[in-house]
Nanobody, 121 residues
Framework: QVQLVESGGGMVQAGGSLRLSCAAS????????MAWYRQAPGKQRELVAQ???????NYADSVKGRFTISRGNAKNTVALQMNSLHPDDTAVYYC???????????????WGQGTQVTVST
């Protein structure tokens, strides 16, 4: 079983910063990629940032220059540093990991339960 747990969410004023963290645990051969998504009320879930096993990153246009995604040295953790936060960044943020359970298995996506980020004006 693979479990992802997010932490670091909370309430912050516009212009402030938060750092989200996600840790994956369980039986895993490798984690090929990790990503952060978010979902605001009444909106679809959207990709915020992703990072591959090779370290390549991709960001939504709305967060470029403000957010930074990074992998821990053990590669089972991912963080999202969020600076210069806007009220429209308010959402539930979800961690996703593309996990290969064994050396011969295909990868599959696993999701965390989410953490609330609220940015006030």
């Amino acid at each position: 079983q693979v479990q992802l747990v997010e932490s670091g969410g909370g309430m912050v004023q516009a212009g402030g910063s938060l750092r989200l963290s996600c840790a994956a645990s369980g039986t895993m051969f490798s984690i090929d990629a990790m990503a952060w998504y978010r979902q605001a009320p009444g909106k679809q879930r959207e990709l915020v940032a992703q990072i591959t096993s090779g370290g390549r990153t991709n960001y939504a246009d709305s967060v470029k220059g403000r957010f930074t995604i990074s992998r821990g040295n053990a590669k089972n953790t991912v963080a999202l540093q969020m600076n210069s936060l806007h009220p429209d960044d308010t959402a539930v943020y979800y961690c996703k990991a593309n996990v290969r359970r064994t050396s011969l298995s295909r990868s599959a996506d696993y999701w965390g339960q989410g953490t609330q980020v609220t940015v006030s004006t």
